[in-house]
């Protein structure tokens, strides 16, 4: 009796455990847009680019992603499929093998073709992509705030440039949970926080070095936000289609309640005579 109460809740422990750790550092939010077919355009060019030579798409043909997301068939061959030897009715695939993977980056690069589906959504992946900064102890030297000890290197470096891990200052909480100021200068009492005690404060604890990255915050977080994006429309192709049907569906059952409504009634009739 014990034991088919004690395991249920020993798992549902565990669960909750991992969650915690996993959202230690709050996700920033990003809205999909399935509609927005230049974003999703963007968010391709960039997968192809910088990711695809090591996480495969393979439940996706080249072929339906074209389809969906406005692009022919002879401009994804010349200018986002690498391998000449790729036809655009194939899956996305790659050849990084799993065991050379392992050997070099600790762990294997997972598909991503429904990682949106997991872990957090795009919010996640947005996070993620902005959150790698310089750990001189890690072997790839890098560390990543929503995913700790990551195995995987940076791999939009050139464009944001390199993040460090800071200690700010910050201005001091007043007893009215403002930010406290001198009552003669006016300016801001600074304490100096680090790590968790910054994001629990609602600053990052990152401090990006001017001029490292080829593109601003601004247009990094675009880049990132299509890549997002990309991603939430790879996880679920249909999403686009799913919506449009729905309406049908839902016309049809408007109208067809009319019918079952009269024909009730006649039944109604015929039992209550
Ligand atoms: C040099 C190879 C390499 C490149 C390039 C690369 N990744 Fe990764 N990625 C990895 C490895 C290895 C892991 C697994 C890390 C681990 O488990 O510690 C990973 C993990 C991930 C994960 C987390 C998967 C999970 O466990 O939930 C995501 C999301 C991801 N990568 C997205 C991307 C995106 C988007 C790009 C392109 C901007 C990219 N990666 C480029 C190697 C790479």
Known sequence: MLKTILIPLTLLLAAVGVQASEAGYPLDHMEPD??????????????????????????????????DL????????????????????????????????????GAAPPDLTLHNNLKGGPDWIYTYLRTFYADSKRPLGVNNLVFENVGMPH?????????????????????????????????????????NELVERGYSPLELIEGSGSLNVAEYDQ????LANFLYYMAEPARLERTRVGWYVLLFLAFFYVFAWLLGREYHKAFHK
């Open 223 to 226: 880049v990132v936000y299509d």
């Open 34 to 67: 399935v509609h927005d077919q230049p974003s999703l355009q963007r968010g391709m060019q960039t997968y192809m680019n910088y990711c695809m030579g090591c996480h495969s798409l393979q439940y996706q043909r080249y072929k339906r992603t074209g389809d």
């Open 70 to 105: 406005g692009i022919p068939d002879a401009l994804m061959l010349e200018h986002l499929v690498f391998d000449p030897e790729t036809k655009v009715g194939d899956l996305i695939t790659n050849n990084m093998s799993t065991e050379n993977a392992k050997k070099w980056f």
């Open 155 to 195: 791999a939009l470096l050139d464009l944001q440039g390199t993040q460090n891990f800071v200690c700010k200052q910050v201005p001091r909480l007043a007893a009215n949970g403002g930010d406290m100021r001198d009552s003669l200068t006016n300016e801001y009492i600074t304490e100096e926080l680090c790590g």
